[in-house]
């Protein structure tokens, strides 16, 4: 007889019993994390402090089982959970390798991550978390088939489960009220550890958002833009920006780093701002900031997306501007500007490895400056230092500093490994830097160019068991926010006569930030407007003086 393939029973349940045993499951499991950060905030020694422990055990059953309720039904439970569940796998497999908190600029940053970021982020211990912890629930939970009920009695369930664990949840915040203010004021961080409310509620928070973003207009503020007299002798002005990515301003030799990672830009003539803080913690969000009017305190992702940028600003008053992407684009950024996208180039030196090294950022660019007779600000977004994949951030000759990480799950390299990957990528970007500085002293006497460099943001490599970046502003480490930032010009005669470098080097010590770059920027290119401010300008008080009262001039309110 044909052996009969062994069927698994189906188990009836109520579906209230099913949220509740699944809200059992993930308060114990699925938050192992929170339980350990927890515990080690609150270090419990006495039967008090046990019994917090427990009431915030029950407080977190109330509320995921209090979410599952709202959002499961007879007919959809199973296709929900298993959504949720293979979320909440890969989210716990991030939080494990990385130790990152899940909020909303981390659901922004999932969003604009492209398939070159992602794949640097998928292995093989991923799909072990998905089997492990998605895929055993899921089973079990299309093996379970649901008692049959009338609409009304599961409209009646639902409101009896919801205005039960509402009240519940009232009558513990209320008995332990300074217990979980205290715990809630200094360890925001928390709530963002706890799964599956932290992407849900995240998801709902940015969908809103882009929804919200969506139905505002556009705000050109750069139409009251003019371009003053230029104080460069007539010269054709040119401006590359290059915008750095993941770099550490701590990891560079030229800020005290033990290891000679710039021994090309310890021999330029740079005006290194040595205190220079991020906006954000994340791309997505720093390099809106950083292009933006608004400063880190009062930048605001609707507003700042749909108002005029530096670039626009540029645009407006005749100077030509393009954006040279090598990584997941500009963010918005260049919409109504030229953009080139260099990262899927065939070049068999700089792109044989499946993608392009930072040095194709640099194709053509040459040329190009030369044939155009206006004046010009060029963007070169860097591929930079961005992890988890290091090793494939430079080209083999720069893996200089060794043993290197060769693995995307970071704990797994010791700290000199993943020191040493991460060293080779700044090594890398000196090179890269150093190169478009010999292009542009190679440029024509009668081209005024400059070089400014930026990071977005920097990265954490282990401090504190906390990698990569993207931690909520509030509560990152200095190596996520201390980015590297510097000014240079060739040293010719012709090139900007009008800033003064000695005056600039007595301010490499200052605090600056990103929030400088705006005004600084339209200062130095000449242009005046009623939203520059000239007490954010580096280089306004290293300016000709007569250049400085044509700008106060403008934005002198008129007589009655």
């Not at 203010?181 to 928390?190: E, I, K, T, V």
């Not at 590359?240 to 990515?245: A, D, K, L, Y």
Request: glycine share 4%.
């Amino acid at each position: 007889m044909d052996k009969q393939p062994i069927k698994l029973p189906k188990l009836n349940i109520g579906l209230w019993q099913l949220n509740l045993l699944m809200s059992l499951l993930f308060v114990t499991v699925f938050n192992l994390f929170f339980w350990q950060e927890l515990i080690s905030i609150l270090v419990p020694t006495s039967m008090r402090d046990y019994l917090f422990i427990l009431s915030i055990f029950g407080l977190l059953l109330l509320i995921v089982n209090l979410i599952l309720n709202l959002i499961t039904s007879q007919k959809l439970y199973k296709v929900i959970y298993v959504v949720i569940f293979a979320l909440s796998a890969i989210s716990f497999y991030y939080i494990s390798q990385y130790n990152i908190v899940i909020d909303k600029e981390m659901i922004r940053n999932v969003m604009e991550t492209n398939s070159s970021e992602a794949k640097d982020l998928i292995g093989i211990d991923l799909l072990m978390y998905l089997v492990m912890m998605g895929l055993l629930p899921i089973i079990f939970i299309c093996k379970t088939s649901m008692f049959k009920t009338g609409f009304w009695f599961q409209i009646y369930s639902k409101l009896k489960i919801t205005v039960f664990s509402l009240i519940a949840i009232g009558l513990i915040l209320f008995i332990s009220y300074p217990s979980f203010a205290s715990l809630a004021r200094g360890n925001r961080h928390l709530s963002h550890l706890i799964l599956p409310t932290n992407f849900i509620f995240a998801t709902v928070s940015y969908a809103s958002e882009q929804f919200n973003s969506a139905q505002v207009p556009f705000n050109d503020i750069s139409q009251n833009a003019l371009k003053l007299k230029p104080t460069n002798g007539g010269s054709k002005k040119v401006t590359i920006m290059i915008i750095g990515e993941t770099a550490r301003a701590d990891r560079f030799s030229v800020n005290g780093y033990h290891k000679e990672t710039n021994p090309n830009l310890k021999n330029r003539n740079i005006i290194n701002f040595k205190q220079a803080s991020s906006c954000g913690t994340s791309t997505a969000i720093s390099l809106p900031c950083l292009f933006s009017h608004l400063e880190r305190m009062s930048y605001n992702h609707k507003v700042g997306k749909n108002s005029a940028n530096l670039l626009d600003f540029f645009k407006q008053v005749g100077i030509d501007v393009q954006w040279r992407d090598n990584n997941t684009g500009c963010k918005g950024i260049c919409a109504r500007t030229e953009y080139l996208d260099l990262s899927k180039e065939s070049d068999q030196v700089l792109c044989s490895t499946g993608e392009c090294f930072d040095e194709i950022l640099l194709k053509g660019l040459s040329e190009q400056i030369i044939s155009n007779a206006n004046d010009q600000v060029i963007v070169l977004h860097q591929k930079g230092s961005h992890g988890p994949a290091y090793h494939l951030r430079y080209p083999p000759e720069f893996e200089v500093f060794k043993p290197t990480c060769q693995n995307i799950q970071l704990q797994k390299c010791s700290q000199e490994e993943l020191d040493n990957s991460y060293d080779n990528t700044i090594l890398y970007t000196d090179h890269f830097i150093n190169e478009t500085m010999n292009l542009m002293d190679d440029l024509p006497l009668n081209i005024s160019a400059s070089l400014v460099y930026i990071s977005d943001h920097g990265e954490s490599l282990g401090e504190n068991n906390l990698y990569l970046h993207g931690t909520p502003y509030l509560i990152a480490p200095e190596s996520q926010t201390h980015v590297p930032f510097f000014y240079w010009t060739p040293e010719k005669p012709s090139h900007i006569a009008a800033v003064d470098k000695n005056c600039l080097k007595s301010k490499q010590d200052h605090p600056v930030s990103q929030d400088n770059i705006f005004h600084t920027m339209l200062g130095y290119m000449d242009i005046t407007t009623s939203h520059y401010q000239s007490e954010l300008d580096l280089f306004s008080s290293c300016k000709s003086k007569n250049n400085n009262n044509l700008a106060a001039e403008f934005n002198e309110e008129p007589n009655p």
